[in-house]
């Protein structure tokens, strides 16, 4: 059973950093692409990192990527989102998601293709 628990929210002041952790069970990480996701109040579920293992690519929309970083350490199951810069319109709820791998499709199954999706932590930055 794939099974995603994110853990490492909380609030922090605007131009600080915050790194999320996901703890992943039940697959192995390069057969799957992994990210992350956010959902503001009253907005759209957008992903903002996503990481294929076996393919060593990883994927962040231009509103995010020179400020976030998806990586992973394999050994301990773990996938991290290291969040720099913050602005308080980061302030979502943040999801760890998997999904199969498909080779190539890593971009497409970032915008519309995740399987699995862990509860979610709350990060809430502040003026």
């Known amino acids: 059973e794939v099974q995603l628990v994110e853990s490492g929210g909380g609030l922090v002041q605007a131009g600080g950093s915050l790194r999320l952790s996901c703890a992943a069970s039940g697959f192995t990480f390069d057969d799957y692409v992994i990210g992350w996701f956010r959902q503001a109040p009253g907005k759209e579920r957008e992903g903002v990192a996503c990481m294929s293992s076996s393919e060593g690519s990883t994927y962040s929309p231009d509103s995010v990527k020179d400020r976030f970083t998806i990586s992973s350490d394999n050994a301990k199951n773990t996938v991290y989102l290291q969040m720099n810069s913050l602005k308080p319109e980061d302030t979502a709820v943040y999801y760890c998601?998997?999904?199969?791998?498909?080779?190539?499709?890593?971009?497409?199954?970032?915008?519309?293709?995740?399987?699995?999706w862990g509860k979610g932590t709350l990060v809430t930055v502040s003026y």
């Open positions: 998601a998997a999904a199969p791998l498909e080779l190539g499709y890593l971009v497409l199954l970032c915008k519309y293709g995740m399987d699995y």
